[in-house]
């Protein structure tokens, strides 16, 4: 099975910031390589899918990059809607989750 | 407007069963998979569950396999998840969430419902 490890597990960001999460897979999975948003209560939103496509509505200040096994999730300039908790998946294999990254007020 | 509606969680003891539903709407349902994720309270995602567009191909993780059955009616629009021998650990909130491909084959999940409550308790 295909294991992913998304680092770090927590971070504290103020508005305006630049954030980095970062995913690794335990083999290659190319591209297949997706990000979610997800806020308290509520259902997972899709950001990101094939590593860098930007969901249509998501704003571009969310991007991604990489291939193989790592894989990295920006955020250009954090706003306050973006304090969230955001998990990797992968669907080279299955479709396994990262544990997730909580973004939180600094 | 895509929507993903799902019911028939609650309350059951472990060792019991419980089938949930998702009713889809808004899209040409028998062209997409559908998978089945779960979240315990205060925990990560963790994929369950998919079925292929036809019904065809079903795909468990390690841990729900042979205990959970998944399953769609084109005709009705819908997905089921039928759970049985269950145990504390499968206490969740359980997720449908469409998946879409790429023509690239990658599969995303592009729409998710609400969510049904699972207590596994005694």
């Known amino acids: 099975d295909i294991q992913m490890t998304q680092s770090p597990s927590s971070l504290s960001a103020s508005v305006g910031d630049r954030v980095t999460i970062s995913c690794r897979a335990s083999?290659?999975?190319?591209?297949?390589l997706n990000w979610y948003q997800q806020k308290p209560g509520t259902a997972p939103k899709l950001l990101i899918y094939?590593?860098?496509t930007l969901q249509r509505g998501v704003p571009s200040r969310f991007s991604g990059s990489g291939s193989g096994t790592d894989f990295t999730l920006t955020i250009s300039s954090l706003q306050p809607e973006d304090f969230a908790t955001y998990y990797c998946?992968?669907?080279?294999?299955?479709?396994?989750f990262g544990q997730g990254t909580k973004v939180e007020v600094k | 407007e895509v929507r993903l509606v799902e019911s028939g969680g609650g309350l059951v003891q472990p060792g019991g069963s419980l089938r949930l539903s998702c009713e889809a709407s808004?899209?040409?349902?028998?062209?997409?998979?559908v998978n089945w994720v779960r979240q315990a309270a205060g925990k990560g995602l963790e994929w369950v569950s998919h079925?292929?567009?036809?019904?065809?191909?079903?795909y468990y993780r390690d841990s729900v396999q042979g205990r959970f059955t998944i399953a769609r009616d084109n005709a009705k629009n819908s997905l089921y998840l039928q759970m049985t021998s269950l145990r504390v650990e499968d206490t969740a909130v359980y997720y449908c969430?469409?998946?879409?491909?790429?023509?690239?084959?990658?599969?995303?999940?592009?729409?998710w419902g609400q969510g049904t409550l699972v207590t596994v308790s005694s």
């Open positions: 094939a590593a860098s």
């Open positions: 808004g899209f040409t349902f028998d062209t997409y998979e």
């Open positions: 079925i292929s567009d036809s019904g065809r191909s079903t």
């Open positions: 083999q290659s999975i190319d591209r297949y």
């Open positions: 969430a469409r998946g879409r491909l790429t023509f690239g084959g990658v599969i995303y999940f592009d729409y």
């Open positions: 998946q992968q669907t080279y294999g299955d479709r396994t």
